[in-house]
């Protein structure tokens, strides 16, 4: 039992501490170099991406004991499911994004009305993240099926680091853009992170 907490739990407790950590540090960093105006701009925006991230987790809720189970019994199949899912966030994701890049003060202004009209260029600066986030979900979820949560571990600690030293460079200059760009930043590594790796390991389950 403590050979399966030391080598499961423990790792994928942290790997959760640790993502909560690089999703939330971004507000009082922004605060911290711009003001309270500044972080009320940025998490009006924001918000919406926290939104749309229940389409993945809803989807992944239904499609992750499937993943789980043919992952070990049928890696083909489960490489097919992964495929199949993969496909389904990215366009939900290019959706979403779509509507952040070229919609932004319509959707801004159906939620909070015109007093946050300033969050429109933080809001077009997030849509590539939707992509993103919408992806890294299915990826990250995948590490868990395929017993990869050391990995899962290592990469969400790393990404604390990518995400304040993204932040630090460019929210004194940027604000609540420079915060943006700075999740997408942190978005994209966690994407070259897991996608190689996950494909790798399931072309060698189906190989053996």
Known sequence: MLQVFRRDV????????ASLIYFKIDVPMLRWFCGDEATGVYSAAYKLLEVQAMVPAILLA?????????????????????RNTLLVLLGAGGASALVMMFLPKLAIRVLYGDQFDDAVPVLQA???????????????HMLVALGLVRAQMAFALALIAVNVGANALLMP??????????TAITE?????????LVHRTLRARVAA
């Open 62 to 82: 239904a499609t992750f004991p499937a993943l789980s189970k043919t992952v070990v019994e049928n890696p083909r199949e489960a490489q097919r499911l992964h």
């Open 188 to 196: 994209v590594v966690l994407l070259c992170f897991c996608a190689p």
């Open 126 to 140: 997030l849509a590539p993240s939707a992509v993103l986030t919408f992806v890294n979900f299915l990826e990250t």
């Open 173 to 182: 200059k940027y604000g609540g853009v420079g915060a943006a760009l700075g």
């Open 10 to 17: 423990l790792p994928l407790g942290l790997a959760i501490v």
